[in-house]
């Protein structure tokens, strides 16, 4: 696939929805792009060759009138992708859930243009499908989304901590995080944490500095169970906000303990993650999980007796995966019935082993069937979508998808990606995003990503956020 265009803004937009095509249809195309502006129009030109086909197409678009530059931007990018898409789409005879749309937060999307007033919240899901080419499913799943997040506020004293722990029992075939083995890092846990207190300690003065009010904390990773529970204790201690939730990831059951929760129910913890993926011990073996769907099984039986708000990972379309396996294991997470069920399409992501592997998985439409028959099967159950996301290289162009019951949404999560609210990141590969709503502007600072940077260079990490907070 060769791409050219003389808009170089343009071209990342065109070679991503060029990618969610069929990949087989990619080979060897060539497609040249070509945009000019003239008055209040904005063309577009297409040429495709494939093989020996060499196909021209042309697209008029009539831009807004008192457009700013930022605006006018967005509007460029729509136009070319809306024009390629529908190139495309009769080219191959083919569509896509999500239209047009390349972009990780859809429901992010649909808010910005109900808050800006360019589109109307009643006719949301009609305006998706008409000017993004989204399908009428995708659509309502936005609108359904939307009507669940109403636990967003707009305040730029609200913070949320985010802690990473960027480490792992093993690594996954698809996982591409900057994670690291336990085995190869045990040494360093100790020295870790102490540097990771030493940024808390830190960050505990910038909200003091700037009378921020935290409103979430959330420990990440990687597994953060990894960790000894006086490893957990020593970070926990420090974290002393007075939080109505507080989210820490227990992914791989096989390192939950009694002794572990024991701790993280002692210092306020109020919401964990137990995440099967799968409940096909082939799959889990195949994958790199050395877990049991007995230890899954275990591990939320314990943490029930704790009073944890439970969330569950599952993933749809790990290699050797059947529909009826998928299907599967929908009925497994809806007998256990936990307060979250997070939905994932399984993404090849660059720096994964399993991008480099040559097996056998689900074709996008049979992918795209078997997931929309679970989510109408979740929503049946009572559960309803509160956050959504997509990646690049996800099967099909699908999504992720949060589910929750009984009001249990996580908010950490629709805060990060809705972004709407600032949050103050720590540890090696950490993100902190600072919000300023009234300004509708987002800035990011980042931590060094590998633990040997970050503990050898934790005093310019602190003076980094420091300076970011100021």
Known sequence: MIVKTNREDLEMEIIDLLRLFDKSKDDGITLFHEETIENDICVNSFTI??????????????IPKNLTDLKLKSFRKRFVKNNLYDLLSKKYKQTLPWGSLTGIRPTKLARDLIESGEAKE??????????????????????????????????????????????????????????????????RLNIYVDCLIKEIQATKKIIFNNSYVVRNIYIGGGTPSVLSEDLLEKIL????????????????????????????????????????QTFCE????????????????????????????????????LPGESKGQITKNINTILELAPENITLHTLSLKNGSVLKDQKIKMLADKDLERVLQEAEDK?????????YLYRQKNQLGGLENIGFF??????????????????????????????IFNYENRIERSFNVKFIDDYIAQIDKMIKRKQEFFS
């Open 405 to 434: 019951r009984d009001d249990k949404v996580c908010v950490f999560n629709i805060d990060s990606m809705e972004e709407t609210s600032t949050i103050i990141a720590v540890g090696a590969n950490a993100a902190s995003k600072r």
């Open 282 to 317: 082939a799959t889990l073996k195949r994958i790199g999980r050395n877990h049991k769907v007995s230890d899954v099984l275990n591990a939320y039986s314990l943490a029930l007796e704790y009073g944890f708000d439970v969330n569950m990972d599952l993933i749809a379309g």
């Open 49 to 62: 060759i494939d093989g020996e086909k060499k196909e021209i197409v042309g697209f008029e678009n009539v």
């Open 237 to 276: 201690k420090e974290l002393t906000f007075p939080v109505n939730e507080f989210t820490v990831e227990c992914g791989r059951p096989d390192t939950i303990t009694r002794e572990k929760l024991e701790v993280l129910k002692r210092y306020g913890v109020t919401r964990i993650s137990i995440n099967p």
């Open 122 to 187: 009643y006719i949301i899901t009609e305006y998706l499908q008409k000017q993004f080419r989204v399908s009428a499913k995708k659509a309502q799943l936005v609108a359904k989304t939307l009507k669940n997040q109403k636990c967003i506020i707009r305040n730029d004293n609200l913070v949320d901590i985010y802690v990473n722990i960027p480490i792992c029992p093993t690594r996954c075939l698809y996982c591409s995080f900057i994670s690291n083995e336990l085995s190869k890092v045990k040494d």
């Open 378 to 386: 979740i929503m049946e159950y009572g559960y309803k979508p509160y």
